[in-house]
């Protein structure tokens, strides 16, 4: 994995990086810091790249985005409102809405993230929806309603309250035979043989009911997606 802060890749399994961030281990007291830290710091990366894609936190091209971003839409099965977590400039619900069209599905999008610049631009990109994207952190924003897919991914909290954003998520956030969509992607340095997300999920305690990957041009599964129900 990457250090937001350095860039640099660390293991995936150290609690700080050699630049000073916490991965793990962030205190209570420390939480409200290190969510000021990692809005500012995809704020500033998001806003400056020029392409679309790379305002959603994918560098290289189209045709890599889609490949390890497509892998989201294989949990949608029937149509429903779909909420994207930490949406940034909401390029990502704009290719599940068309994914799923292609499927013969319809969602109605909704996002969610914590910076009001991202938001905008999210308002802006999917103008008709623009009072279904939301400024708040899934941490600690409350909805005010469920929604039918919930799409997240668990580097959005540090790895020590990762288990308890999955089931404040599930018990909040999730209709009734809804679905929790957790995504992951990680980068070729990293040892690919270990370190999936629905491994860690199994080891919480938690029900995976389907997994869906995404691959990169050389064949390297470099996404995993994992669905969980209420």
Not at 42 to 53: D, F, K, Q, V
Not at 199 to 215: A, K, P, Q, R, T
Request: hydrophobic content about 40%; overall charge negative; proline content about 3%.
């Amino acid at each position: 994995m990457r250090c937001p802060r350095c860039l640099q890749n660390v293991n995936e399994t150290i609690q700080r990086c050699q630049c000073g961030f916490a991965l793990d281990d962030v205190t209570s007291a420390d939480l409200k810091d290190w969510f000021a830290e990692i809005k500012q710091i995809l704020e500033n990366a998001y806003t400056a790249a020029p392409t679309p894609w790379q305002q959603s936190g994918k560098s290289g091209t189209f045709e890599e985005w889609t490949r390890l971003r497509v892998a989201n839409i294989a949990a949608v099965n029937q149509p429903g409102k779909y909420l994207d977590i930490g949406c940034a400039n909401g390029y990502l619900l704009e290719c599940l809405v068309a994914w799923s069209r292609l499927k013969g599905i319809e969602l109605i999008p909704y996002g969610l993230d914590y910076s009001v610049k991202l938001v905008a631009l999210a308002q802006e990109r999917l103008s008709t929806y623009a009072d279904n994207i939301y400024v708040g952190n899934a941490w600690n924003w409350t909805p005010h309603q469920r929604f039918d897919y919930v799409r997240t991914e668990l580097n959005y909290v540090p790895r020590n309250y990762q288990k308890r954003f999955v089931e404040r998520l599930i018990a909040e956030f999730v209709a009734k035979d809804g679905r929790l969509i957790i995504s992951q992607y990680r980068s070729r340095c990293d040892d690919l043989r270990q370190g999936w997300i629905d491994c860690d999920l199994v080891g919480w305690g938690f029900e995976v009911i389907e997994i869906h990957s995404g691959y990169s041009e050389g064949g390297l599964e470099l996404c995993r997606v994992a669905v969980l129900q209420p």
